[in-house]
């Protein structure tokens, strides 16, 4: 009977492996559930290019690969850790095959892939195409993700790439991150190595330039953020997406807001207009601010700054950054009033005005250290230590903070939806007012 | 012994202070005796037993039969020259199976320091070309058996090489060397008569004149294995000579009828024939078989398509014989098949391995035939829908030495299906 059992389970692994080796795009594998097979039929199903296997012969299966690699493989009940041959690498890789992807949460199983990969018994493309089938099936396998890295990086480390095949495999790391978010929500490790894919990219950006990649990622990851409204390992992604926008040149920029078909500027100055405080002396209207240049743009809502350093600013830059944080910040008020009571939603928005009062406070010299503003050393002028002794902050400082038309304009604009909001009974908003008073240390304003 | 002037010296030195009760008492020829019988690996242990020990282990009388197949780890090119240099000319048998970082120069080494070495198995060392097979030709004219089986390097000239220097080669494998052609298995036949046996699975340029050399200048050839040789067409199989034993011609599509009746009148001897994937044989050319072989004991008919029920019937008269029977996928047997072949008289006594996997209208009825054959140990039905778990249950009841391979879960143990309490003793009491 043992025999017999153990002659079932070579037969199905050996129906695996000709599956495997006979049909090169196989682009999904599962666990089909039947309890039990009435018929003398093989459990390895395939169609279509998906592979399955019945979940009756599961446990037999798993539990004879696993104990064999376990036994014979291990390296721990060896003195020496014996070399694999070539004669054996074949038996070792149908048994990997098959227990990997029954269970590919194993790091020991990888390990022994990464031996076979460096001793040369198996392709790495091949196995690129392996991991894929493996997150068919359980799109949050950490392990994959990592032994995927680890090919990448060995790939990457290869000099002889050219541009061609460069693209072809982000296109492909790309495609794969999309299927693994598509199959399970809040996916962590795809986005993760999303970002870990595109922090590679910018390391081997001599072949290659990353600002057309981060503006098809930003314009994606907008629409799969309008989409997942919950899913905040996205949300996470997209916050990357919109640092790596700040340092865009000026060619990338007109490509940005071509491709989202928007007017940055436009939206800006429609939201400032809207909310300009009542008591500034001079009144513009939309037409009016459109006309300003970036630098006088930016004087006017920041009026004023009381750096200790002489450091020339550049403003271009710094009004993009706020063109684009107030292009997300409409975003999510448009997102929060559809999707209402959606907790991820006000998160996000948290993000955004955290990283436009950053911007300020970096404008005017200061920095948030301990819960309290405290001046900031301009580290490129490194301005004499007897201004150190001045690092206190006074009332002054935050005053001017305070009564820069920028700030006054986000007040308003928070107070009006936290207001809206409130009146819907969503208990984020309060969340969110206490978030922008303790935190962020409004207290004393709102 | 190799280096008998100083050996002699060395062991009368050692063995003077030798205190130990073992090596007072035997007589070093003994020991030397004694030792001859132990394997590689043994001997290596017992070098680092003394000085004494040492020198007769290392002793090249010990090392005519060497297998470095179990070795713990990868066999470098200087293992094989230290191992020429200490066997010498007592060496006559080394298997170097899958030792692939063997080069040429180290079986170069070899022929020049063991010219009598009879059986050379070098099965997988990829690295080898025809520079080793023609160091081979040179020097060891005794040469018997060689085993090149994998060897993507080698080609005609070193079977030429083979053929001039090794007259009394009588096995052959160059399996998976997919660059021998006709020329030089031609060669081969024509330098070496008394050739018992030449296996050249999958080397795809071997075709129907190479065969027919082999039948007309090999008069001895009883193994001819030709595995996907897809060429070869009933022309020359047909002239395979009488002392043919086994043939495995596999994958050799274009084979027909005709060659069946060929081999039943001129091959009358023939103990296994393997025939998988010949897709074009039918029922006529079995008759012819069967009718004057009657010495078939094993038959692989894999993907024979056309074979129906009269196959059956005329293997069951005519091989008494039979053991070993696979009919995978000849989706034409039918339970009327087998039950002729269940009352034939290789069954009750012979018959111990059925292969039935894939032969679709195979049924309970085929199984319940098959409980008179008593000697029965294997029967593979994987994929045979309509045979099912409970008719398994009764041969096995009828037959309990019986595999039957199919795809059923094996059956839970009983034990198992008791369910576990969920709490402790301990909680229980409390």
Redesign the interface.
Known sequence: ?E???F??VE?IIKDVHNVLSKIADLYAFDVVPMD????????VLHLENCLGLES??VK?VYMYCYSELMDKYSPKFKR?S??I???DSDRLIRLLNVTILLNPEINSLWNKRRDLVLGLLLDKTVELHFIRLVLSRKPKCNEAFVYRRWLLETIFQEENYERNSIEHLINDELIICDLASDKSPNNYHSWNHRIWLLNKVKTISTYYDPNALYIKEYNSSEKWTSKHVSDFSCFHYHQYCIKNLYNLCNDSWKSLEKTLNINFRKNLVRVLASNFPKDVTIQASEENLLGYSEENLMNLLLSYSNKICNCIVNYVPMCKKIEILFHALVLNNELICFYKYHETLWYHRRFILHEIISIMYEHFGLVRYNGALVKKNCKICNFDDMRQKQAKIGRYDTNHIYSSVLFNVILSHEKQIIEERQKDGDPNADRHEKYLKFVEGFNNVM | MTYSGRNKFEIARFSSDDENHINKKLPKELLLRILSYLDVVSLCRCAQVSKLWNILALDGSNWQRIDLFDFQRDVEGPVIENISHRCGGFLRQLSLRGCESIADGSIKTLAQSCPNIEDLNLNKCKKLTDVSCQALGRKCSKLQKINLDSCPSITDISLKALSDGCPLLTHVNVSWCQSITENGVEALARGCPKLRSFICRGCKNVNDKAVSCLATYCPDLEVLNVQGCDSLTDESVSRLGGALRRLCVSGCARLSDAALGALAARCPDLVTLELAQCAQLTDAGFQALARSCRMLERMDLEECVLITDATLVHLAMGCPRLEKLTLSHCELITDYGIKQLSLSPCAAEHLSVLGLDNCPLVTDGALEHLISCHNLQLIELYDCQMVTRNAIRKLRSHLPRVRVHAYFAPATPPAAARPRPRYCRCCNII
């Open positions: 009977m025999e017999d059992k002659a079932l037969k039990i097979n009435f018929q003398n039929k093989s459990p009756w012969c037999h020496k014996k070399k041959s070539n004669i």
